[in-house]
């Protein structure tokens, strides 16, 4: 049995929040006015990466890949370092945040690629369809105030404070009370 307010969590939002997935490598490169033929064929392979990982994670979603440079000028400590898209942003983007430049050579000190699958919620008539990866799977999600007669698993039924998982073969059943009766 099941209360009708049976905890102050939710685990809807883990299972229906964006994906991240990061790709973070050191780099050395000092002195390059414009990016390597390297360091760009090295974030091909890691956009490559971020992308094939998102894809199998939440499916043919729509994807927002961000690839950044760590910069700063040759012999600034890691304090000085700017994440940028581009390296010719980088002496504008050191006015900017401190205020001055210095005659010096710059230098790359990682690449870094972050990738975010984004997160879907559709609701009709008192059930939240799951994202596609999860509706793949066969999940009905429901919403528990919308419930009507047996609910069979595998399901999700989300309330304000919990979620509550019902496995294949178990079955949820709402009382008049509000609670709910679950058979494993």
């Known amino acids: 049995v099941v209360p009708r307010a049976p905890g102050l969590f939710c685990a809807s939002g883990a299972l229906e929040a964006d994906v991240i997935v990061e790709r973070i490598v050191s780099w050395s490169e000092r002195g390059a006015e414009e990016l390597s033929a390297a360091a760009r064929a090295k974030l091909e ?11 199998h994670e939440v499916g043919q979603r729509e994807h927002v890949i961000e690839p950044t440079l760590r910069v700063r000028y040759v012999g600034q400590g890691i304090d000085g370092e700017l994440e940028l898209a581009d390296l010719a942003d980088f002496t504008d983007a050191h006015r900017d945040q401190n205020g001055f430049t210095l005659d010096r050579p710059i230098e790359v000190t990682g690449l870094r690629v972050r990738g975010r699958g984004l997160a879907t919620l559709t609701t ?30 595998p399901a999700l039924i989300d ?9 294949e073969g178990s079955s949820a ?12």
């Open 159 to 167: 309330e304000l404070s919990s979620t509550l998982w019902l496995p």
């Open 173 to 184: 059943t709402p009382g008049e009370d509000g609670t709910l009766v679950v058979t494993v």
């Open 45 to 55: 392979v890691m956009i490559a990466e971020v992308r094939s990982e998102l894809a």
């Open 124 to 153: 009709t008539r008192g059930t939240m369809a799951a994202s596609p990866a999860i509706a793949s799977t066969g999940i009905v999600r429901h919403v528990r105030d919308a419930l009507v007669g047996v609910v069979q698993g």
